[in-house]
T-cell receptor
Framework: GAGVSQSPSNKVTEKGKDVELRCDPISGHTALYWYRQSLGQGLEFLIYFQGNSAPDKSGLPSDRFSAERTGGSVSTLTIQRTQQEDSAVYLC????????????FGSGTRLTVV | EDQVTQSPEALRLQEGESSSLNCSYTVSGLRGLFWYRQDPGKGPEFLFTLYSAGEEKEKERLKATLTKKESFLHITAPKPEDSATYLCAVYRRGGATNKLIFGTGTLLAVQP
């Protein structure tokens, strides 16, 4: 597609439920990133996918968070047993292989855990 | 540890009042410094990339400059539509991940 597409744009969930966030990157971009943006905080790196290489999961805050990328394209970020501190905007970005030309971001998914 | 610090946290200007935003960084092996603009409810939008000290980039009322320790985003004669959060990020290549490290941003409000 023309841009990075994320869905849903907003998600309200009850504490303890699982949620799935979806990201559809720009066609031809081999690198895909998930970031989290909390109120008043900078963008926090979560996970990075590059082609068929093993993902870098070093930013995932706990084992309740996981992500996968199928066929080198669409990615899903899953949060199990959601907690109130998981409330944030989850941003997906994609880039050409090296990333040195910058990322293109989606509009994000605003997650609210009540 | 790699770090990006932006100042001020918030800035309020009158329309036409020029100013500068600062981004200071400590990173090993800088491969690029990026400026993004973020409007409420949207993802960051790319503005500029700077790769080496002394480099400058311009776009409309915005000009970005880079030294070995910091970058400035100069805003000349701003308009209300320039109101947004401006994010600075550094790209460091090396280790397991090539990723952008972001500052917390400067919230700019331009009043008519």
């Amino acid at each position: 597609g023309a841009g990075v597409s994320q869905s849903p744009s907003n998600k309200v969930t009850e504490k303890g439920k699982d949620v799935e966030l979806r990201c559809d990157p720009i066609s031809g971009h081999t690198a895909l990133y998930w970031y989290r943006q909390s109120l008043g905080q900078g963008l926090e790196f979560l996970i990075y996918f590059q082609g068929n290489s093993a993902p870098d999961k070093s930013g995932l805050p706990s084992d309740r968070f996981s992500a996968e990328r199928t066929g080198g394209s669409v990615s899903t970020l899953t949060i199990q047993r959601t907690q109130q501190e998981d409330s944030a905007v989850y941003l997906c970005a994609s880039s050409l292989a090296s990333g040195s030309y910058g990322y293109t971001f989606g509009s994000g998914t605003r997650l609210t855990v009540v | 540890e790699d770090q990006v610090t932006q100042s001020p946290e918030a800035l309020r200007l009158q329309e036409g009042e020029s100013s500068s935003l600062n981004c200071s960084y400590t990173v090993s092996g800088l491969r690029g410094l990026f400026w993004y603009r973020q409007d409420p409810g949207k993802g960051p939008e790319f503005l500029f990339t700077l790769y080496s000290a002394g480099e400058e980039k311009e776009k409309e009322r915005l000009k970005a400059t880079l030294t070995k320790k910091e970058s400035f985003l100069h805003i000349t004669a701003p308009k209300p539509e320039d109101s947004a959060t401006y994010l600075c990020a550094v790209y460091r290549r090396g280790g397991a991940t090539n990723k952008l490290i972001f500052g917390t941003g400067t919230l700019l409000a331009v009043q008519p």
